[in-house]
């Protein structure tokens, strides 16, 4: 979820009055009648409360702060009726301020997830195929884990990675991700009859585009929802040589199994 911030810093031309480190200063100088205690109260250094005052002095052409004389109490400083004002005037300021940022982070927070879908668009990768889904389950083996990503549309991709990089993206059930696989790794089956296959993973598609090339062809495919409620529309691109093209009769409309092995699936996160 995205979270906004920010703070005031009161400039005057080129010069920096500061921010609220320095109006915290001049408010426990006035509390306490002392800039010891004061710089204490606020974590300061004597030296820095003091060259902070003094430029504080100096941009405001008139002091800020002024020693009282030395008495009973040994004496101590005030804060001038401008310094005061400017406490006043600051702390309005903030308050708005505040107010200001709080509506800022609630635009944020309604626009959240479009904010993590611009996020996802600028992914750029060398894999022509993105998939993007949530973990649905994580099974773990001796070296490698399986772990099964579900697509918008219902459809169930299975990437097996090592042991290592599932701690590492801290890939668990209800994590974002995204799949990568490259198009060559895409192959095609077609055909009512039954077939036993050792690739993991078997997506029911369609063809909309063949991009013809001098030896291969770009196959676009629309992955076929399994949740018929879905209204995702994902696409998959499979690399195969025309010879492959003209062997399944390959045509818009036409419909096909993609396949690809687990091994061939590269996690990230989104």
């Not at 205690?37 to 409360?49: F, I, M």
């Not at 020693?67 to 006043?88: C, E, F, M, N, Y």
């Not at 585009?209 to 994902?234: C, H, K, M, P």
């Not at 036409?254 to 687990?262: K, L, N």
Request: glycine content about 10%; some cysteine.
């Amino acid at each position: 979820m995205l979270e906004l911030d920010g703070t005031i810093w009161l400039r005057a031309g080129d010069n920096n009055w500061g921010g609220r480190g320095r109006i915290a200063l001049l408010a426990a100088i006035g509390q306490t009648g002392s800039i010891t205690a004061g710089a204490k109260a606020v974590g300061l250094s004597y030296k820095a409360a003091w060259d902070a005052i003094d430029t504080m002095n100096n941009l405001a052409g008139e002091p800020l702060v002024v020693r009282t004389a030395g008495g009973k109490g040994g004496g101590g400083s005030v804060l001038t009726p401008r310094a005061q004002r400017l406490i006043d005037g600051f702390r309005v300021l903030e308050a708005e301020h505040r107010r200001f940022v709080e509506r800022l982070d609630a635009a944020a927070e309604a626009a959240s997830e479009d904010a993590n879908l611009l996020r996802r668009l600028m992914l750029r990768t060398s894999a022509r195929n993105a998939l993007f889904g949530t973990v649905e389950a994580v099974v773990s083996g001796a070296v490698n884990d399986v772990v099964t990503l579900r697509l918008p549309g219902g459809q169930a991709v299975a990437a097996t990675i090592t042991q290592e990089s599932t701690h590492a993206l801290g890939l668990t059930p209800g994590v974002q991700a995204v799949a990568l696989i490259k198009a060559p790794a895409v192959m095609l089956l077609r055909g009512a009859g039954e077939w036993r296959l050792s690739a993991e993973n078997q997506l029911p598609c369609v063809v909309t585009e063949i991009r013809e090339g001098a030896v291969q062809s770009e196959v676009r495919l629309r992955l076929l929802e399994a949740n018929a409620s879905s209204a995702a529309d994902t696409v998959l691109v499979a690399m195969l040589s025309r010879l492959a093209v003209e062997t399944l009769a390959l045509a818009e409309g036409v419909e096909a199994v993609a396949v690809f092995e687990a091994s061939n699936v590269i996690l990230g996160l989104v």
